[in-house]
DNA sequence: ACAAAACTTGCAACTCTGTTGCAAGTTCTT
DNA sequence: AAGAACTTGCAACAGAGTTGCAAGTTTTGT
């Protein structure tokens, strides 16, 4: 695992440092999405706020991990695919959210359908947002 | 349109207030979403930044506007079409966001297409977030 | 139409989230 | 091993959103 995570970060071109190996290992430990608090929460407080921020830009960047946006408008946070880091641009995406135990998950299984807009419209990006009962709390 | 807005405000057992009528008649005035900023701006800062967020929460509870959650985790608030006062659950909604001009449009004319998610998976809301642009900014 | 009750507003103060500049520390390169 | 390049923590700040409370407005009942 220490050798999958300097694998990441070396091939992102940035530099091997406590905090960013830290927080890779929370998301690489973790299936569903966290938030920034979640992973303050989770470093026990080790790392400052504001590295914890910086590390999650960078990792956006990257294209290591992915935001998501929330039923609730909160900002969450997830690994992305393997696939995702050869430079594929994230442009379907389904996230599950449970509104029980509030765990964000990706649904990779299920591609996101086509949408027909009206005319004139470009398609860039879409962004599934499906809020329910996950598997565990049904 | 001064009748319009008594009506919903009434409607939803709320006093009719100079606030409440303003920020209503913004949306009835508004093809797309508005953000907090937005209302503030537009109203001339003739009310208090609060009071602003009392009436946008007042009328989510209401279910008299509904809240959109965008691709860059912004919060923007849209009216409800007629049917939504009638009380049901905004489950479906496809929006679409311009990345070059930046609105928020409710796409109504199309109806977000069934996803199959994996078995236990309990379905509430659907939401789509469409990034692209729009057919003014083509 | 009026007074009392119920609700709404503005203010002040505060919390939480996220950002920036900078100096000190760490990692990388050769 | 030393210098260059990058990363971190700190302090300070900006913005978004919330809460308690007193004053003001709207509604209700008579």
């Known amino acids: ?6 694998k990441i970060l070396k091939h992102n071109q940035l530099s091997v440092t406590g905090g960013r190996t830290k927080i890779l290992e929370l998301f690489l ?14 470093t026990g407080e ?21 935001s998501i946006p929330t039923a609730d408008n909160s900002v969450k946070y997830a690994l992305c695919k393997d696939n995702c880091s050869e430079g594929h641009h994230h442009d379907h995406h389904v ?23 009206p005319a004139g419209y470009k398609v860039e990006q879409i962004q599934m947002i499906v809020t329910g009962v996950c598997k565990d709390c049904a």
Do not use: W
């Open 1 to 6: 695992m220490e050798e999958q995570i300097q």
């Open 29 to 42: 430990a973790q299936d569903d999405a966290l938030a920034h608090a979640d992973i303050e929460r989770k």
């Open 46 to 66: 080790k790392f400052d706020r504001v590295t914890v921020y910086r590390t999650l830009q960078t990792f956006l960047e990257k294209g290591i991990i992915h």
């Open 95 to 117: 996230h599950f959210m449970c509104s029980v135990c509030g765990k964000t998950l990706c649904i990779d299984e299920v591609s996101v359908p086509v949408v027909n807009l």
